[in-house]
């Protein structure tokens, strides 16, 4: 941030929309655990496809990876609009 002068940083909404439907995607996957009843799956009432966590990092670490390499997912700017 400091090289760019950049005051805040966010993630693109592209990106974001592109991790959230991933992370929906992966979630619908969890549906034959939805049995046990946890804080995850909402006490067995969360519908499938409806949690922003699954327990999968490998996917993740590629996603921050790329990211922090290309530094692209993100907008850096002086202040909010």
């Known amino acids: 941030m400091q090289q760019r002068g950049a005051g805040i940083v966010d993630v693109k909404k592209e990106t974001e929309d592109a991790y959230a ?7 619908r996957m969890t549906a034959p655990l939805r049995d046990c009843l946890s804080y995850y799956n909402g006490d067995g009432n969360a519908a499938p496809g409806s949690l922003a966590y699954y327990g999968g990092p490998a996917k993740w670490h ?17 202040r909010y609009t």
């Open 21 to 27: 439907k991933h992370c929906r995607e992966v979630d």
């Open 62 to 78: 590629h996603l921050r990876i790329e990211a922090q390499a290309s530094l692209d997912p993100y907008v850096f700017g002086n």
